[in-house]
């Protein structure tokens, strides 16, 4: 028979929830972590929904032994009647059906984060098993759904309860033939997005248990909102204005809530949501506040004579420095860019959002001279910054690939020009350096040894940190340009690789350079570029075997192994500086045998939040930080 016939058998249908088993990445992005996560997500969002609407005040999520999650609500519960259309139970159609919810017609919810109707049935679909029960006049209806969403029988009366217990409680616990990388819940992970939800919808109690080892219990109820949120994210900053700002409006059934303060940090912290959805990467809600701030600001810069009639106006960047920011859009219909609903795309909402704020934040500033002078201040040093730092610019751009009188003699090349298998080691003094250079593959891997540790960013504006001689180095060296002439497509090396001594002062240096990649490359560590390199701490010889360990525990588990009669010699390892270059290669280099960990930026908020606890200018979050984690510290060099 022809391997190679094409025929009317090839042609396969799925049909239920066969489709949403055989790609799930098509409906929750991935089965990693991430995935497992998604699961909690849709249920949830269902949850919050009713909220919306107006009928829920209380969720609780619960993540039990075993991993079981359970997500609780007192909303009005799910319909128990039977759908006309499916001639199934209105429960065992949207748990088993695609496509099918109360969000279609307008009627049962006028705003809703979760539009496509999948979310209950696919998590049915990836779940090992499900329950559902629903609280409804008296009743305590009853369903279950194992192996991928096969119900084990019809829906059931299974108990009563009082008149006024409504509500919908879901239980499931994630298929580890689905999750296959794992089916452990993190708790940050849950609780971080539930607060989240918490302040974007102010009045809703969540409360998030974990019944595993060690029990958690928290409680997230917010009366302020994203008041509270902004507050939140500001708690470790000093702020300019001491009243936080806050707007809100509705236009055409379009609401926008937009709250902000000033901080005294350089950096701006600007999250924008539409229906509890994080749109990270903005959207036409989040174009109409910033058009509007940056025109507000101008036009009261002209009437107060901050700005005169010749001078350039101020940037967005000028008026964002400093700034923390959450705005919140509520929409009947959000439109969104792409299946991953990160950007909005309806254009009405701009205008309205315009509107809605410029109104607002104008008001604001007349009624609040003292405040608004605190803000315009900030505005105009950043905007004399701002011309400072593009002429310090000049000298960060590379010509070519070829041009290397920027580096000062430091940078050693390699000779391939194709970025995508090219990588950049950023190299902790010059002892390490020479050694990295003599060890070194030069047709890909190029060195750039660093000189002590290079400025903090975290308490530096742009135009200083252009002034820092290594910092000019390293944005040379990659090529993509910094702030708006920032560009992704021209990063000299894909593989961009911080590689320090294991010890307190290596530490320290990696952090600073994850601080400048934090502020400054941000798209860089996001498009996964970033690595630290994994340099052995011990070295165990055998015989005429030599194995290389990255810590303690790894160390404890290769002795293990071995042969009681086994005499193994166990060295501690040097500084990198005290390698030699073969060496070095060795163990920390050589594509084949080196350990090579990934930097990612899981949660935005949650890491501009660390960055400015443990790098920026308050000294108290920091102390409380070392004193609450002391306990935890290894490998301490005293």
Known sequence: MNENTYNDSD????????????????????????????????????????????????????????????????????????????????????????????????????????????????????????????????????????????????????????????????????????????????????????????????????????????????????????????????????SLNSQIIYVSGQEDNISIEVALQYNETYNSAVYSFTNNINTYEGGTHEDGVKRALTRIINNYAKKNKYLKDNDDPLSGEDVREGLTMIISCKHPDPQFEGQTKTKLGNAEVRKIADDIFSEGFERYLLENPDEAKLIMDKCMTAARARVAAKRARELTRRKSDLDVVNFGGKLVDCKEKDPTVCEIFLVEGDSAGGSAIKGRNSMTQAILPLRGKILNVEKARLDRALGNEEIRTIITAFGTGIGQEFDLNKLRYHKIIIMTDADVDGSHIRVLLLTLFYRFFRPIVEAGHVYAAQPPLFCIKHGKTIKYVLNEDEKAEYLASLPATTKPDVMRMKGLGEMDAEELNETTMDINTRVLRKITVDDLMQADEIFTRLMGEEVEPRRKFIEDNATFVENLDI
């Open 11 to 238: 042609i396969q249908v799925l049909e239920g929830l066969e489709a949403v088993r055989k790609r799930p990445g098509m409906y929750i992005g991935t089965t990693s972590v991430k995935g497992l996560h998604h699961l909690v997500w849709e249920i949830v969002d269902n949850a919050v929904d009713e909220s919306l609407a107006g009928y829920c005040d209380d969720i609780e999520v619960i993540v039990d032994k075993g991993n079981v999650i359970e997500v609780r609500d007192d909303g009005r519960g799910i319909p128990t009647g039977t759908n006309s259309k499916t001639g199934l139970s209105t429960i065992e159609t949207i748990f088993t059906v695609l496509h099918a919810g109360g969000k279609f017609g307008g009627h049962g919810y006028k705003v809703s984060g979760g539009l496509h109707g999948v979310g209950a049935s696919v998590v049915n679909a990836l779940s090992e098993w499900l329950e559902v029960r629903v609280y409804h006049e008296c009743n305590v209806y009853f369903q279950r759904f194992e192996n991928g969403g096969h119900s084990t029988g019809p829906l059931k009366i299974i108990d009563t309860c009082s008149k006024d217990r409504t509500g919908t409680t879901v239980r499931f616990k994630a298929d580890p033939e689905i999750f296959t990388e794992t089916t452990v819940y993190d708790y940050n992970t849950l609780k971080t997005r539930l607060r989240e939800l918490a302040f974007l919808n102010k009045g809703l109690r969540i409360i998030l248990s974990d019944l595993r080892d060690i029990e958690h219990k928290e409680e997230f109820l917010y009366t302020g909102g994203i008041i509270e949120y902004v507050k939140m994210l500001n708690e470790n900053k000093t």
